[in-house]
């Protein structure tokens, strides 16, 4: 009978395991939802910049970055042009995917297609002409490093948490001295935090900068935090807690 009962009960603890990392499951699936429309109204905002003439770019990029088109016939031809200097690439297929924007500015790409668009495509239609702005700064986010003044806590309301996070900036020239200082959101079930730039500009120049945010807001819900920091093309670099808040 002893023997029974310590089965039942090694029995409901598995139970209760599972049950405990099916709701982790749960709410890390929701919040990963809940930050994919996030990051789509960021990239609609970065697609949104426009050149002089009014003229939209499909995207905006830094240096020595390529643009993924995802998978592309051999029928289909591209052509790149860089607008300054008035040069050309002519590539096929999904050798656009391995074109590399090496010097900033604004590029032009004429899609071609030859052959009429049918069920047997499988890529994406593209429009004819694409316009492709390519700044002379990068950022690169390094999250291994990134700090937090307090710990986060469910429940706790926050006035001044502060998170950091080295970056690498990297400038192709010395036409840009400052840049505004890029944003932060978080996201998560229940969540309500505010976070803004601790500067309102950040110093251009060759090396590693430490961004500082301040924080304010409250956790109502156990819940996974996910920290969507803004680069300076607009573009979304995640940090996820490793931890749930509970």
């Known amino acids: 009978m002893e023997y029974n ?60 970055e390529k643009i993924f088109f995802g998978k592309v016939e051999n029928t289909t031809t591209w ?3 860089n607008t300054a200097e008035k040069t050309t690439a002519n590539l096929r297929g999904s050798e656009i995917n391995e074109y590399v924007f090496e010097k900033a500015g604004q ?33 690169t986010f390094d999250f291994s490093k990134i700090a937090f003044s307090e710990k986060i806590e469910r429940g706790r309301n926050y006035d001044n948490l502060i998170i950091t996070v080295p970056v690498g ?4 020239d010395n036409s840009i001295t400052k840049l505004a200082a890029p944003g932060l959101f978080i996201a998560g079930i229940g969540v309500s935090m505010k976070a803004k730039p601790a500067t309102e500009n950040v110093e251009i120049k060759n090396g590693v900068q430490l ?14 935090l996910m920290f969507d920091f803004s680069d300076f093309n607009n573009q979304i670099h995640t940090y996820n807690l490793p931890q749930i808040i509970h």
Not at 211 to 224: C, F, K, M, P, W
């Open 79 to 81: 052509s790149v042009t």
């Open 169 to 172: 900036i990297s400038t192709k």
């Open 5 to 64: 009962n310590y089965n039942w009960v090694g029995s409901t603890n598995k139970i209760t395991a599972m049950k405990t990392t099916a709701r982790h499951f749960l709410l890390c699936l929701l919040l990963m939802i809940g930050f994919g429309a996030t990051a789509q109204n960021n990239y609609v905002l970065g697609k949104a910049d426009t050149n002089p003439a009014g003229e939209r770019f499909y995207k905006v990029i830094s240096f020595g």
């Open 211 to 224: 961004l500082t945010y301040q924080v304010s807001g409250i956790v109502n819900a156990e819940s996974y």
């Open 107 to 139: 590029y032009e790409i004429r899609f071609f297609e030859n052959k009429k668009h049918s069920d047997e495509c499988n890529h994406p239609s593209f429009d004819e002409k694409m316009l492709i702005k390519v700044n002379p700064v990068k950022m």
